[in-house]
């Protein structure tokens, strides 16, 4: 069954600064990967997603994710930050062949932007 | 317009009481489904609807049953609520099932089972 990992729980970053969230996955055929975003009190929006083709997806709100077969990764990148992007990050894995099972979501990370 | 749209957003009752929290969506998409979010945050399926046939149903107690009128809207019963049905539930739509269809979410309904 498929899987997916988030090691961090919660990251703290500066404003301006650089941002990336981790996401590993387990799965034996070619995933499908998504990234979204859940602010407080929200409902989740998708960032972007990876089928195939070019491994670096750019995204919606300044965000990109690369693809890394090798590393069973799907990393989540923002060069600059801001306070708006303090919220719940998930990743998330689709099935291949139309399985029935929807998404399947890590556990989520954390995102603090401190001043 | 709001795609994927959830009522009500807040739901307070008591244990043993029956409830349902309604789900439309306005975006033409096949399936619909139901997530619940614990307190931990984590998401987990519960069900999937797809052109009004039910697909999976996961480890959900019999309690919970989803009905959908039509392709736009599937709600959710909730029957004999307990304490640890409290969580956030979630639904949300695709355009097909299928692992590589991105999802659309509700905003969220926030269940409080006292």
């Known amino acids: 069954a498929q899987s997916v990992t988030q090691p961090d729980i919660h990251i703290t970053v500066s404003e301006g600064a650089s941002l990336e969230l981790r996401c590993n996955y387990s799965?034996?055929?070619?995933?499908?990967l998504f990234w979204y975003v859940q602010s407080p009190g929200q409902g989740l929006q998708l960032l972007l997603k990876?089928?195939?083709?070019?491994?670096l997806v750019q995204g919606i709100k300044g965000f990109e994710a690369e693809f890394k077969r090798s590393q069973s990764s799907f990393n989540l990148r923002k060069p600059s930050v801001h306070w708006s992007d303090a919220a719940e990050y998930f990743c998330?894995?689709?099935?291949?062949?139309?399985?029935?099972?929807?998404?399947?979501f890590g556990k989520g990370t954390h995102l603090i932007i401190q001043p | 317009d709001t795609a994927v749209s959830q009522t009500p957003k807040y739901l307070v009752t008591q244990m043993g009481n029956d409830k349902s929290i309604k789900c439309e969506q306005n975006?033409?998409?096949?399936?619909m489904y139901w997530y619940k979010q614990d307190s931990k945050k984590f998401l987990k399926i519960m069900f999937s609807?797809?052109?009004?046939?039910?697909?999976i149903n996961e480890t959900v107690p019999n309690r919970f049953s989803p009905k959908s009128p039509d392709k736009a809207h599937l709600n959710l019963h909730i029957n004999s609520l307990e304490l640890g049905d409290s969580a956030v539930y979630f639904c949300?739509?695709?355009?097909?099932?299928?692992?590589?269809?991105?999802?659309?979410f509700g905003p969220g309904t926030r269940l409080l089972v006292l």
């Open positions: 949300a739509s695709s355009h097909r099932l299928g692992g590589r269809e991105p999802q659309y």
């Open positions: 609807y797809n052109n009004k046939e039910l697909i």
């Open positions: 998330a894995v689709g099935e291949l062949g139309g399985g029935a099972d929807g998404l399947t």
């Open positions: 799965y034996g055929a070619t995933p499908y």
């Open positions: 990876y089928f195939s083709g070019d491994t």
């Open positions: 975006l033409g998409h096949d399936t």
